[in-house]
């Protein structure tokens, strides 16, 4: 019997980014396996429908996923809800959705995969950020206020596990992702967008950081957006 | 008939700073209401109990309380729950609650009287931060996420209602208040804690800047907090 | 014989925002010096011609006026030199000018006076920054590298001197003062500038603080300023 | 005759950490290029030795070695001047030498170098922070200064040369570099230390971002390192 390949699990795996995310790990021998509230067409490695937030089914679906596939070595969150609206008709479920989809999720995630990753030895655990995850701007209340809080979280984690060996890192992507997605919503030139699989390069890079050296905040921006 | 008072509405004055800040305002010549779960022995002024993290009770209380006194003049945002654990020991129930307890009742609060304050000519609304709102240290995971998001959404608010006349601060209080249930707590020598009265006249101080000179954020701690 | 007034040490006092700081303080029963490479037409107070940055000959004024008027009570460094240009047109001059005229002024002025303040029993350092403080622009690369440096001397200063009973504070000035020379220079309504002697309200107010809650770091941008 | 390689200047590459970039590029094909006031026993390279802070030797020395080697590819500021002392005993001297070797030397390097890098199609320009760039410590006031100026420098810079092509990076090296020097002077366990090569891996990779995705700051320290 062979050796297990180290497992990437990606949350926020049902496009565009998180696919990438999970095909650049897999070219680099890991197992990789998504999650994601509804599948893509051909996922990349295994693909579990999980709605991350739902204390009821989540923590249940990630234990069978590391029971059957050992203990991730890389955990990545990346799931995003975006609400632009002004603060008069941004109601509760907005803040509640906002913040279910991307805090909640990442305490399920984490209470979910930490304790395996330093039982094995240690891991990465990265986050994506925004933009608003820095900056509270007009009718971003419910998702700045979302991303605030999931950057606290991360800082939190990243001390607390810094110890015990887990890298947790806080990846600030300011631009749009060039995703079929995002070609329709926006009009922007797709060279002005961010390359899912350059993102990707970076989060492989931050995983495999030495222990000498680790990242705990970065930004990732094309070159093109004024900042 | 004379002329009505300006209202300062304080939510979290069920205690210490909550009720300086009510007696600052009362001093000031403002009809001082406050807001808490729970009453104080001698409220400064009205008092109402009120869980403004409930959505089915706080916004018609809150429009009540508009309609009797008319639209507030300043609004302070000063709750707080706080959770000191570590991760895997801090539930869901955990982050809901600080989230409820810190960010849903602003947004409640927010969106009952911002409108008014601006049909009213302007206004302030203040809101507490602390250390944590900064910076996620190990073991605060649910309250560090909680007041990122409140800084977040106040933020937010400041963008949004700058043109319109409603000035939104956040204060960041880096350090122990100086309550009776502080020092049952904290065997910290009670002149290394912030006087409610000296935070009070800050905010006081805040309330009363005019349109050329705007703080959309500060810090305060006592000389002897280290930083 | 009376009792000696507390003097305000105001450097950048040639004109606006520092004459203003000199008449609030004089208002509220301080002895006003200004100290400036030039004097205005009618100063407040004492004005005593000084280039803040020349070490031959700015510690021996500084040393005079203390030893004439005792040490002073409070201190505010509010010189500024803007300089906006191309990277590749802004010289080696022009980065020394602006190094020298807020960050070598900022350590002459603090050097001949934190000493005295602490063996009086304390006092208050009060440094005006601006946005370029906090974000490099481009075409602003000598401006921002002054006005960050003079930032980091700041906190460095309020960490060292705390104990000692010196508050240090550094106030953000975001936006464009209304002088006599800003009118000409600016097409911009005065209605959306901000009013010297609001700042000077803020700066005294900050100076008052008690050591129970001393800010280190503030904001003040007009109602009509985009952050 | 062959392709020219592409060059690697290297500013403070006397020894450690600037050995070990110069060392990581030419394992990767570039021509390493080092600088500093003194040459290493073997240095990886090209050395020149020059004081970069010298305005009438370091501009004559950077043209040259642009004209022997064509324009670079990659430019890093790596250089440092540490002061650590009580601010009463920070004399002028000591601010002029930390801004001269840490600032006077990236606005010459910078001068010298991005021309020619747009020129030649674009570039990176790497700058190396420390812990100070964010935060000036008590008994920092010196080299904080000149670390703060240095980062506002740096944002400019990458402000302004961003839609010509060139990537400027800022490093935040929050850590003790292990090097021999290192362990001479601090007891620390080198395990705690970061490795100079770790470094070099990321500058390697940053140097590489494509324009799709450019990290303009980033942190890098030892797991062991609170933060």
């Known amino acids: 019997m062979g050796v297990q390949k180290p497992m990437v699990l990606v949350a926020g795996a049902g496009a ?14 890991f197992e990789p396996v998504g999650l994601g509230r509804s599948a893509p067409d051909a996922p990349v490695g295994q693909f579990h429908t999980v709605d991350l937030s ?20 890389v955990v990545i969150h990346n799931t995003a809800e975006l609400v632009i609206a002004p603060f008069m008709q941004t109601d509760l479920d907005d803040y509640r959705r906002t913040w279910d989809s991307m805090v909640q999720s990442a305490v399920l995630l984490a209470q979910a995969t930490i304790q395996p990753m330093i039982d094995a030895g ?9 933009t608003a995850s820095l900056r509270g701007g007009a009718k971003f209340s419910a998702f700045a206020s979302a991303k605030f809080a999931l950057r606290g979280l991360t800082q939190s984690l990243a001390r607390e596990f810094q110890p015990a060996g887990v890298h947790v890192c806080h990846a600030i992507l300011d631009g749009i992702i060039d995703t079929a997605r995002a070609r329709a919503l926006h009009s922007l030139d797709p060279t002005k967008m961010m390359t899912p699989a350059d993102i990707a390069e970076t989060y492989w890079q931050i995983a495999h950081q030495p222990k000498s050296t680790w990242t705990h905040e970065l930004d990732l921006r094309p070159a093109s957006e004024g900042f």
């Open 16 to 29: 565009g980014l998180g696919q990438s995310l999970l095909s650049r790990f897999a070219d680099g021998g």
């Open 54 to 73: 739902d204390e009821t089914s989540a923590p249940d679906i990630l234990a069978k996923i590391i029971a059957e596939n050992g203990p991730p070595r």
């Open 122 to 130: 240690g891991g990465s655990f990265i986050v994506s950020g925004a």
